[in-house]
T-cell receptor, first 115, second 114 residues
Framework: GESVGLHLPTLSVQEGDNSIINCAYS??????FIWYKQESGKGPQFIID?????DKRQGQRVTVLLNKTVKHLSLQIAATQPGDSAVYFC??????????????FGTGTQLKVEL | GAVVSQHPSRVICKSGTSVKIECRSL??????MFWYRQFPKQSLMLMAT?????????EQGVEKDKFLINHASLTLSTLTVTSAHPEDSSFYIC??????????FGPGTRLLVL
């Protein structure tokens, strides 16, 4: 969604476990979704994307699931590693009335991997 | 993936001065670049869309006379924060969009206005 908050939700997982990060979006017309990883003090890094004509896409250790019925997106990270610790943002691409398109970012989730 | 750079990575300036931040796409041409601002523990907020050879499109609530954007070439966009004040202190991030519509982000610029 487009909401912005002062307190990032946090997900703590044990090293080696699977992580699931969730995101709700608001614009039913959005046709493209991306997950980004942002480490402290750095810019967002592209992880994986999915178009609205798909409901699942897999990458290396990551899977994105899209449920258009409930406007929900999730990122699954297999065998979570300490290097996965970061803030994860979902983003949806929308086409504003004035033309062009832009990304709208979700609030973000802080993933902490415990040893 | 494609590489986007920003310069400077961090800058400290006095209140009332202007600061210019550069965003470059290093290995691809980008007709469209974007400028975001991010406050601590918050998400990225789009400030403006920078279009090569034309005026930038600003988001609601962003002062175009305060945040000047110039996209003079297919690989360079600049953001100038004019008459900066402490409340402008933030993390400014640019992104560049490829022909395939993927956006790649720069490493960000930390601005501190004293």
């Amino acid at each position: 969604g487009e909401s912005v908050g002062l307190h990032l939700p946090t997900l703590s997982v044990q090293e080696g476990d699977n992580s699931i990060i969730n995101c709700a979006y608001s614009n039913s017309a959005s046709d493209y979704f991306i997950w980004y990883k942002q480490e402290s003090g750095k810019g967002p890094q592209f992880i994986i994307d999915i178009r609205s004509n798909m409901d699942k896409r897999q990458g290396q250790r990551v899977t994105v699931l899209l449920n258009k019925t409930v406007k929900h997106l999730s990122l699954q990270i297999a065998a979570t590693q300490p290097g996965d610790s970061a803030v994860y943002f979902c983003a949806e691409k929308s086409a504003p009335r004035g033309g062009g398109n832009k990304l709208t970012f979700g609030t973000g989730t802080q993933l902490k991997v415990e040893l | 993936g494609a590489v986007v750079s920003q310069h400077p990575s961090r800058v400290i300036c006095k209140s009332g001065t202007s600061v210019k931040i550069e965003c470059r796409s290093l290995d691809f041409q980008a007709t469209t670049m974007f400028w975001y601002r991010q406050f601590p523990k918050q998400s990225l907020m789009l400030m403006a869309t920078s279009n090569e050879g034309s005026k930038a499109t600003y988001e609601q609530g962003v002062e175009k006379d305060k945040f000047l954007i110039n996209h003079a070439s297919l690989t360079l966009s600049t953001l100038t924060v004019t008459s900066a004040h402490p409340e402008d202190s933030s993390f400014y991030i640019c992104s560049a969009r490829t022909m395939q519509e993927t956006q790649y982000f720069g490493p960000g610029t930390r601005l501190l206005v004293l």
